[in-house]
């Protein structure tokens, strides 16, 4: 089964600071892979995807993430984050080998930016 | 386009009863997930269904937990004889029938249950 892992989890940063998520990812066949963003109270809204082409995926509000297959990693970035950021981000991966879509999610980083 | 619509939004049980969950999917969407995220947790897959279909539920607990997609109306998931341990929030999400897996979930604002 394939698993997802967040080792930041909760990160300080102050505002205008540069921004990278670490996710890793353990499956030997092909993903699709997500980060989503939850702020507080709300659902959790889609920041980007990689299905296939490009390895390095531009997303909503300036972020980007960089599929390394050789790594199993699809790191988050941001090159300067923004109070409005401070939010919870959460890493996905859908196998496709098993046939649906469901998601495997990491435990999440909690990103406080500091004003 | 509404999105995916969650009811309610918080729930409160006490130990013993029972919980209904609601998750009326985005229109034209007929893939329904249901995910449950416990404090200081990540989401954990626990059900997939499609209409009158359960396809994968490999992440239901064996008792007291039971989904259903009817062919009309919403998805439910039930939790039977509710304890402590089923606070958390529960999450749906749906996606639109497609031939391959390239397709992006789209997330309800959740119900928050909470049992005492």
């Known amino acids: 089964a394939q698993s997802v892992s967040q080792h930041n989890h909760h990160v300080i940063l102050s505002e205008a600071a540069s921004l990278e998520l670490g996710c890793n990812y353990s499956?030997?066949?092909?993903?699709?892979l997500f980060w989503y963003v939850q702020y507080p109270g709300q659902h959790l809204q889609l920041l980007l995807k990689y299905f296939s082409g490009d390895p390095l995926v531009k997303g909503i509000k300036g972020f980007e993430a960089e599929f390394i297959k050789s790594k199993f990693s699809f790191n988050l970035r941001k090159p300067s984050v923004q109070w409005s950021d401070t939010a919870e981000y959460f890493c996905a991966v859908n196998a496709l080998n098993f046939g649906n879509e469901k998601l495997t999610f990491g435990t999440g980083t909690r990103l406080t930016i500091i004003p | 386009n509404a999105g995916v619509m969650q009811n309610p939004r918080h729930l409160v049980r006490r130990r013993g009863q029972e919980a209904r969950l609601r998750c009326s999917p985005m229109?034209?969407?007929?893939?329904v997930y249901w995910y449950r995220q416990l404090p200081e947790e990540g989401l954990k897959f626990m059900v997939y269904l499609q209409k009158e279909n359960i396809i994968d539920e490999s992440g239901m607990p064996k008792e007291r937990f039971s989904a259903e997609f009817p062919k009309e109306g919403p998805s439910i998931l039930r939790i039977q004889q509710v304890v402590r341990g089923d606070s958390a929030a529960y999450f749906c999400?749906?996606?639109?029938?497609?031939?391959?897996?390239?397709?992006?979930?789209?997330f309800g604002q959740g119900t928050r249950l909470t049992v005492v």
């Open positions: 499956y030997g066949g092909t993903v699709n």
């Open positions: 999400a749906s996606s639109p029938p497609s031939e391959g897996s390239n397709t992006e979930a789209f």
């Open positions: 229109k034209g969407h007929s893939h």
